[in-house]
């Protein structure tokens, strides 16, 4: 894991641990999105890759750091819309540098006003430098894949505008059909990732 990351984490659990302190200065219940306010969310946390395609031969997993970022503004009480950037550096088994980055559209929504749960939904694009496959070329490419997301998490309030998170999420990339340099072609190759960690929210 980057020491950026592990920097993220430490700062997001000291909030938390010191968000019940917090909390109980707070006269309003945890209203996420009072005010339609804008909103920026910056955080890290762990997360693992897996490459796979039609004719891959086994699971390959690969573990790193992840960080991502945020922008965006509430629709209602309950609900909001943002732009988010998901960026993950990794080292595939063969000792290539992976460089995955997702841009997409988030739509998230708060089920309970009173309580911090939270999840959301995204769409857009990955960029992914090399393979997230094993494959017998020594090709570096960029290319584009349509992208998923998935992530659900909880938010405590720490004070007027600012708030800490825990969140998990699933990221998809998927690439299709690849063609390497001896035009061999990888069928259908999806890039999964998971991730686990925190984040600050400022409104």
């Not at 694009?125 to 997301?149: P, Q």
């Not at 600012?162 to 998990?168: D, E, N, R, T, Y």
Request: aromatic share 10%; glycine share 12%; with cysteine.
């Amino acid at each position: 894991m980057t020491r950026p990351v592990i920097a993220v984490i430490a700062v997001v659990v000291v909030l938390i641990l010191t968000g019940g302190i917090a909390q109980a200065q707070i006269a309003a219940p945890n209203a996420t999105f009072d005010g339609r306010r804008p909103f920026v969310v910056v955080g890290g946390g762990s997360t693992t890759l897996l490459g796979d395609c039609t004719d891959c031969p086994a699971d390959t997993y690969t573990h790193s750091g992840g960080l991502f970022g945020g922008v965006g503004s509430s629709l209602t009480r309950r609900t909001a819309v943002g732009f988010e950037v998901f960026w993950m550096p990794a080292e595939a088994a063969t000792g290539e540098q992976i460089r995955t980055t997702y841009l997409m559209g988030t739509f998230v929504f708060q089920p309970w006003r009173s309580k911090g749960f939270f999840f959301k939904a995204s769409t857009g694009m990955a960029l992914v430098r090399n393979w997230v496959v094993d494959v017998n070329t020594e090709d570096v490419f960029t290319s584009k894949a349509f992208a998923l997301g998935l992530g659900a998490g909880w938010e405590w309030p720490l004070a007027r505008r600012l708030s800490a998170q825990v969140i998990g999420s699933q990221h998809v990339a998927t690439l299709g059909d690849l063609t390497t340099s001896n035009q061999t072609t990888v069928e259908n190759v999806v890039g999964n990732f998971w991730s686990i960690g925190g984040a600050i929210v400022i409104r």
